[in-house]
């Protein structure tokens, strides 16, 4: 069996006020191309589908549009889960009726996991799709007050599956968590607080093949056959040396094969470029790829003047510039300061303020309820 695995295409991003709408049909209809060139047995979304709970009108109609070509006229399964941002709901709407086309939407996690059983000539594939739970959302589905981290949410999905799973069949596990130890991005809105986000690779390594989503560079999880496949393009710049495309997955009656991943090229890149900013716009004549969004990152010792517009001048799609030099280093300091509160836990941050107000810790209960609330706000937000 030939499974394509992709993740994370988060339709309707935009990345500093710049809708990528343009660029995600770009690189859907070359995973299109791809798909009608050498059809799959599967085609594997693994979560975070759109980038936003409430997802905007165009990116709608571009998941519309590459369902009704790959699922309706190419007639390829479709397997979908919802990410953490994702809204779970939202995304099953008519997935009863989709179903009928092969379509497998699965937002909305329940007790029973139902597999979804392809077939080639070795026989039935048990595919079991995960959708994003939090675990304050678990707690309420299993009634049990001792699931606290992602990690025992897993290991209670996984053992149930387990449990059911006819032993001489073979099984893929479609998630969307992060696994220890995995390279992260900037582009990835954390799961949850604290460490309690983290699950172990070992707990996933009975099936014979694992999809997952969530980090956004392609790489392995733990084992061969335990894989990431990343965004399909991206999304910040501290992605610029990631290789973006999809994981093709080959299974053969035993289990799992190999796997090999397939390069899609960007209709616009995303790029660093590094210098005095006089040189930069001179080799910027040189350039063919002046449409690319790029990071200036300067190394001017004086101050400039709208240096943002000159950039833009030659390269329109230009979105942030850093500065190196000691003479700007307050505004470096500044904005690196920002971006590093921004991926501070929450918690930890009311931890520091309620110890400065109040001069005394939070103990081991309060600890826990501000992270049940934190957990649960996390939850509504996405």
């Not at 571009?62 to 994702?86: K, R, T, Y």
């Not at 610029?240 to 090999?260: P, R």
Request: aromatic residues 6%.
């Amino acid at each position: 069996m030939r499974i394509i695995h992709t993740a994370d295409w988060h339709l309707g991003r935009i990345l500093h006020n710049v809708s990528l709408l343009e660029d995600q049909r770009h690189i859907l209809e070359q995973l299109r191309a791809e798909i009608e060139l050498n059809p799959p047995d599967a085609l594997i979304i693994a979560g975070d589908i759109y980038d936003k709970a409430i997802p905007s009108e165009g990116a709608v109609r571009l998941l519309e549009e590459f369902i009704n070509h790959v699922g309706g006229h190419l007639n390829v399964p479709i397997i979908m889960i919802s990410g953490n941002h994702d809204s779970g709901p939202r995304l099953s709407f008519a997935s009863t009726l989709l179903e009928k086309a092969k379509v497998h939407i699965i937002g909305k996690a329940s007790v029973d996991i139902l597999p979804i059983i392809l077939s080639d000539t070795d026989g039935g594939v048990y595919f079991y799709p995960l959708p994003y739970l939090s675990p304050i959302a678990a707690r309420s589905l299993y009634q049990d007050s001792e699931i606290l981290t992602h990690q025992d949410v897993i290991t209670r999905q996984v053992r149930g599956i387990i449990e059911q799973h006819p032993k001489d069949k073979r099984s893929v596990l479609i998630i969307h968590e992060f696994v220890i130890g995995g390279e992260v991005s900037d582009s990835e809105r954390q799961l949850s607080v604290g460490g309690t986000s983290h699950i172990e690779a070992n707990i996933l390594s009975q099936f014979d093949y694992v999809a997952m989503g969530h980090l956004h560079q392609a790489q392995r999880a733990g084992y061969e056959h335990v894989r990431y496949s990343g965004s399909l393009l991206k999304y910040s710049f501290s992605e610029v040396k990631h290789n973006k495309g999809i994981t093709e997955v080959m299974l053969d009656a035993q289990g799992f094969v190999s796997s090999q991943h397939i390069a899609l090229t960007p209709i616009r890149d995303m790029r660093i470029v590094k210098g005095k900013l006089t040189e930069i716009l001179e080799q910027a004549y040189l350039d063919s790829r002046r449409e690319d969004f790029i990071r200036a990152e300067l190394e001017d010792t004086e101050g400039l003047h709208e240096p943002m517009r000159r950039l833009k001048e030659m390269y329109p799609n230009a979105l942030e510039i850093k500065y190196l030099s000691k003479a700007n280093q307050n505004a470096a300091q500044t904005e690196t300061s920002f971006q590093e509160l921004q991926k501070q836990d929450i918690s930890a941050l009311f931890a520091e303020f309620y110890q400065h107000i109040c001069t005394e810790e939070l103990n081991a209960e309060q600890h826990k309820l501000v992270a049940d609330v934190v957990e649960q706000l996390t939850s509504v937000s996405h």
